[in-house]
């Protein structure tokens, strides 16, 4: 709880960006190191996700999961909890939304949109589990959300070749109904797959600063994420607080799927492994100091590089893993708040 809360300070916009240029530096030097080119590789990563309209349409549909696995994070760290199972949770908001988009006829509109919100609600659900263990039992969420982690992905694949298929090792693809894929949208940007779940996706981040700041429960789940007991001395329900967060990150979670599913994939696989995609929401809300707005911006600039790290393979011949080295060494500089350490440093040689 203590270190939440440290964290959450330390995070501030000229710490992020520092962190950022670390991270970048690393990267550049580990290029170096091997061979490489950094300036080559990464002129060629920031261009391939602006220059063509393609690019920039694959690049935004690359940051709209990012965003709302990265709201699911940073809800939870500001109500002190570390929801890990946003991954676990994203899977089975993708679940529920193809369950509801192959199983039920229902018009246009209506049909994408009650698949969506009941992918929300499936992430909400699952979610509300280890929320009731932590608040009636005090079982740590981080144990509980791992190992439910591995149980919704082997729900996901049972439920796939036992109920949704006859042994394949994908379901149909969902109908146009229930798709979250706009022509207009995708011609505009060069047919790329983006999707109206951008737009699900910055909802999604108005409505997280309108819960905890705009309304009485924001108010109490951040008090409970400061301090439990203070917040239960002031007559404020501390339960009540841990299972209401735990729901409502779970349903941005249930929504980071839902959108995935209906906008990009538009079918449900077997997977052997995680997406990854939920555990980037951990990466993407601490840079962003778990704020709405730092997270949108800090979606941004990991998706950027997501999409971005691939073409930096074909231009410069730098493995993609390096980008994930960028990535967990701006986490790195973030939580050892190396930031402050070096403003501290030149104020001192200043003086």
């Known amino acids: 709880m203590q270190l939440l809360s440290k964290i959450n300070k330390q995070a501030s916009l000229l710490a992020a960006v520092i962190s950022v240029l670390m991270g970048m530096l690393i990267g550049a030097v580990m ?5 490489y080119n950094p300036l080559v590789a990464y002129s060629a990563l920031f261009q391939s996700a602006f220059l063509e309209p393609f690019d920039m349409g694959e690049t935004i549909r690359t940051i709209t999961p990012l965003i709302l696995t990265g709201l699911a994070v940073g809800l939870a760290f500001r109500t002190g909890l570390f929801n890990i199972g946003v991954e676990g949770q994203l899977i089975i908001g993708q679940l529920v939304a193809v369950i509801v988009g192959l199983k039920l006829d229902l018009p246009p509109v209506i049909h994408v949109t009650v698949a969506v919100m009941a992918g929300a609600l499936g992430g909400a659900l699952w979610a509300a589990i280890p929320g009731l263990l932590k608040a009636l039992r005090g079982v740590h969420e981080v ?45 505009l940007f060069g047919h790329s797959r983006i999707h109206l779940g951008i737009f699900v996706a910055l909802l999604a981040a108005l409505l997280m600063y309108f819960i905890l700041w705009r309304t009485t429960l924001g108010f109490e789940l951040r008090a409970v994420g400061l301090n439990q007991h203070a917040a239960e001395y002031a007559g404020m329900g501390v339960k009540r607080g841990i299972i209401l967060s735990m729901m409502i990150s779970g349903g941005f979670a249930g929504l980071a799927g839902a959108t995935e599913l209906l906008g990009t994939s538009e079918y449900l696989s077997i997977q052997s492994a ?38 930096m393979q074909f231009a410069a011949g730098v493995p993609f893993e390096v980008i994930r080295v960028v990535f967990a060494a701006i986490i790195l500089f973030v939580a050892a708040n190396v930031a402050s350490w070096l403003m501290q440093k030149l104020k001192a040689v200043k003086k």
């Open 274 to 311: 995680f997406t990854g995609i939920g555990f980037d929401g951990i990466a993407v809300a601490l840079l962003g100091a778990n704020s709405p707005i730092g997270i949108v911006l800090s979606a941004t600039l990991f998706g950027v590089l997501t999409y971005g790290g691939s073409s």
């Open 31 to 35: 290029m170096l190191v091997a061979g």
């Open 143 to 187: 144990i509980i959300t791992i190992m439910m982690n591995f149980i919704a992905l082997y729900l996901a694949n049972v439920t796939v070749r036992e109920w949704l298929t006859s042994g394949a090792d994908s379901t149909a693809r969902i109908p146009e109904s229930a798709s979250l894929r706009w022509e207009f949208l995708s011609d």
